[in-house]
């Protein structure tokens, strides 16, 4: 028993892997496709463990209307409308239209093209665009850290009683506890963390899977 995370060590991170389910051939495809296409830009993409984590978080709290921010080559999306109760939509926001191409591909192949819908467009003009009433039962945030706190206001409107927000990166390879780093994104993803942190519309929790997810449930 103890009270603090353990650091995953390479062979834990094995360990971890080989005892979560295990990702199936679309989303093992995707991944190996991601890489071969655009073999500088494939670290954008959640890992194994956390898509599973998704798709079960999914499914526990019956999310039925999704969004997703940051959707790149459609790995999270395909996780996040898996979990889904029938009749569930995603939409998913990007700006690239090469990227999206290819989630668009495997979106069909995983028989999720009825399920997702793609818009292309900054997400803070789609939110902005959308009524501002509670209408999503889940959100991933995964674009622009600088604009994660502007994404967090947007959404949070929106979202129904009971929903949960999900945001990637938020522990930022552990550079948001290092005095010396002061990289835009870095700030973003602090500044999100403390947004969260202190909005007493929700009850939150920094989960440390992959590169850190803050997950939290509006009230
Ligand atoms: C970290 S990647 C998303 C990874 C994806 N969730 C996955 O697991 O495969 C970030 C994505 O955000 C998109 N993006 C960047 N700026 C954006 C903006 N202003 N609005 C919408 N999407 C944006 C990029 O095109 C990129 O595909």
């Known amino acids: 028993m103890t009270r603090t995370t353990e650091a995953l060590i390479p062979k834990l991170q094995e360990y971890v892997a080989a005892n979560s389910s295990?990702?199936?051939q679309v989303l093992l495809d995707l991944a190996a496709e991601t890489e071969k296409l655009f073999p500088d830009d494939n670290f954008m993409q959640i890992g194994p463990e956390?898509?599973?984590?998704?798709?079960?978080?999914?499914?526990?709290?019956?999310?039925?209307?999704?969004?997703?921010?940051?959707?790149?080559?459609?790995?999270s999306a395909i996780c996040l409308a898996r979990?889904?109760?029938?009749?569930?939509?995603?939409?998913a926001c990007d700006i690239s239209e090469e990227w999206t191409s290819v989630a668009e591909?495997?979106?069909?192949?995983?028989?999720?093209?009825?399920?997702?819908?793609?818009?292309?467009?900054?997400?803070?003009?789609?939110?902005?665009?959308?009524?501002?009433e509670p209408q999503f039962d889940l959100a991933f945030v995964d674009a622009e850290k600088e604009d994660y706190v502007d994404y967090w206001e947007e959404l949070v409107p929106r979202m129904r009683p009971g929903a949960l927000i999900l945001a990637d990166?938020?522990?930022?390879?552990?550079?948001?506890?290092?005095?010396?780093?002061n990289a835009t994104n870095v700030q973003g993803i602090r500044a999100y963390?403390?947004?969260?942190?202190?909005?007493d519309r929700?009850?939150?929790?920094?989960?440390?899977?992959?590169?850190?997810?803050n997950l939290a449930r509006v009230k």
């Open 22 to 24: 295990a990702p199936d």
């Open 50 to 75: 956390q898509g599973t984590f998704m798709t079960l978080i999914a499914q526990i709290s019956g999310a039925k209307q999704v969004i997703e921010i940051g959707s790149f080559t459609g790995y």
């Open 83 to 91: 979990g889904l109760r029938p009749g569930g939509t995603l939409l």
């Open 105 to 132: 591909r495997y979106w069909k192949r995983a028989g999720l093209d009825d399920t997702i819908t793609l818009k292309l467009g900054p997400a803070l003009d789609t939110l902005r665009a959308l009524p501002a």
């Open 169 to 181: 990166n938020t522990l930022h390879h552990g550079q948001v506890v290092d005095p010396d780093e």
């Open 193 to 199: 963390n403390a947004r969260v942190s202190a909005d």
């Open 202 to 213: 929700v009850e939150q929790v920094l989960i440390p899977i992959g590169d850190g997810v």
